[in-house]
């Protein structure tokens, strides 16, 4: 099925640990972005591209790296994990500018210990 | 500043009640405004959207929400909740320069 799909699912990380979380969308989009959800918080940004090797950062970008090397896949990169990054993380495209709504991914949930 | 703000961290209806969800935003020009609903472990999912056409917009569901630009909001409503309505629901706003704000959510209860 058409969509956005990210893996993993669930993972726990110990403080320090590095991982990519993937995001992968069949549908041509040119617009990718991450969000990081926590309670009482809504969806934060964290970083959006709108091409491939173009990216930029959203609100809160510390502590995460992307890159988009191609128009399907969108990697988010945590360097060194901290427990404030225990949350919620989806991935979602979108038509080029994002007027029209996004897909969303099922998300990550990361916990770090 | 906040782009979108939501009235109400919690809402519980009656089963067969009307669904009201509250929806403000701060833009100088008309966005293109959105509402989602994320059922328990799951992803967003789209329930309509806004984008400068007709100013009462019908989604799934049931669910529909009015634009009114001259109070700046962006209402969700449903004439009859039912149980399977429970969930969180977001309001969202698209602006000039690419960037989508979400709402801190508010949490549809529906009480048999």
């Known amino acids: 099925n058409a969509g956005v799909t990210q893996t993993p699912k669930f993972q726990v990380l110990k403080t320090g640990q590095s991982m990519t979380l993937q995001c992968a969308q069949d549908m041509n989009h040119e617009y990718m972005s991450w969000y990081r959800q926590d309670p009482g918080m809504g969806l934060r940004l964290i970083h959006y591209s709108v091409g491939a090797g173009i990216t930029d950062q959203g609100e809160v970008p510390n502590g995460y790296n992307v890159s988009r090397s191609t128009t399907e896949d969108f990697p988010l990169r945590l360097l060194s994990a901290a427990p404030s990054q225990t949350s919620v993380y989806f991935c979602?495209?979108?038509?080029?500018?994002?007027?029209?709504?996004?897909?969303f991914g099922s998300g990550t949930r990361l916990t770090v210990v | 500043a906040q782009s979108v703000t939501q009235l109400g961290s919690h809402v519980s209806v009656s089963e067969g009640a009307l669904v009201l969800l509250r929806c403000n935003y701060s833009s100088s020009v008309p966005p293109y405004l959105f509402w989602y609903v994320q059922y328990p472990n799951q992803g967003l999912q789209l329930l309509l959207k806004?984008?400068?056409?007709?100013?009462l917009v019908k989604g799934i569901n049931g669910f529909e929400a009015e634009f009114k630009k001259s109070e700046t909001s962006f209402h969700l409503t449903k004439p009859s909740a039912h149980m399977s309505d429970a969930a969180e629901y977001f309001c969202?706003?698209?602006?000039?320069?690419?960037?989508?704000?979400f709402g801190t959510g508010t949490s549809l209860t529906v009480i048999p």
């Open positions: 979602a495209s979108s038509s080029y500018p994002p007027n029209y709504g996004y897909t």
């Open positions: 969202a706003v698209s602006l000039v320069g690419n960037q989508f704000y």
């Open positions: 806004y984008t400068s056409a007709a100013t």
